[in-house]
Structures are given as structure tokens and as C-alpha cells.
């Protein structure tokens, strides 16, 4: 029997706002949920440009960093290669019912729009859709064009919660971390899980 609450796959993208993610996983990994990390060669590229993160590129290097670097049990975090085709995202018979793409970029949108599965995280966003499990997208781009929105649009149909990297103002952020926590925060509510990182509408300072 697992000690984990549940599976979640968290894919990571080349769309700036690698913060985001590794906050996320932060979070999940103490909320004692395993986490499927799946990372685009973009996406370690704009994390070492954002935050200076030099992730390896070897699924299994990557899950010892990353394991060491959020205090992880073992085999909490699972990295996996974009061409894991045997990995357990790939197949609906064993991929988690909870999948967040953060961040999302507008390619990654689109071809997940599109049914397309040229790579893991496409393939297991693609799972998730056909297996009606809970699909959260994080879109950081601006503006966004009329082919962003209408793939959205149609990711929405289906069922996919568009969550945009936008963070409100309302409870005075300090930092940008205070900035981070507004978004990941809003993702944990989606996934129903316990967060006190972002306080609710009402309970925020009075502006002054």
C-alpha cells in the first residue's frame, strides 16, 4: 500500500514562470503526495536562465536533484524522459487522474488542443483528457492571440481548467514569491488540497 496520498504529474514546459513549478512541486511533496515530474529540454533551459537551476537531463539524475533538493521520501518524485512510452503516465491504465502542465507554453497548449502526442507530456495531458481525469493548465504568455485563446477554448470544453500565470493583487504582496505562492496556491485549492500559503478573499490586509 502506497504512503502517499496520491500520484500527481506535474509536466513543466519552455514557457517562462519556471517558478511556479517548483514552488508547486515544494508544496506537493510536503502535502505527502508522490509527484511524476516530466521536464521539456525548453523547460531546463528557462530554468537555469530564470532561477539558475541546472536540472539533468537523465530521468534518473533528475530525480535524485530534485528528491534532494525538496527533502523528498524515496520514491516520492519520479522524473520521467520525453520518450518514456513504458512510464505509467503513457497509459491510462496507470496514469495519475490529476495532471498539471506549469507552465504551460502556447505550443504545448496547442498541440495538446490538438489530440497530438509527439512527446511524453503531451501524451500523458492527452491520458488524462481521454481517461475524464482532472487536466490543469497554467498558460504564461502575453497577449494572447486568437489561435491561444481558441485552443483554450476547446481544452475548456473538454473538460481542462485554463488556470493563466495572472496572480491578483488583494492580499498586498511583498515579493514575487508572494506572487508565486497567489498562483500555486489556486492550483492546490483545484486539486483539493489543504494550502495556507495564499489567503482567501476577505481575510487578505485592508488595502490602504
Known sequence: MSVFKETITVAITGASGSLYALRLIECL???NRQVYVLC???ARVVLDT??????????????EFLSEKFSAQPEQIKAFGKEQWFSPVA??????????????STGTLAAISQGMSDNLIERAADVVIKERGQLILVPRETPFSSIHLQNMLSLSQLGATILPAAPGFYHNPQSINDLVDFIVGRLLDHLAIEQEIMPRWGYASDPK
Open 29 to 31: 511533496i510536503a502535502a
Open 50 to 63: 530564470e532561477v539558475g537551476l541546472k536540472l539533468p537531463s537523465a530521468p534518473e539524475k533528475m530525480s
Open 91 to 104: 497509459s491510462g491504465s496507470a496514469a495519475p487522474k490529476k495532471m498539471v502542465v506549469c507552465p504551460c
Open 40 to 42: 521539456s529540454s525548453a
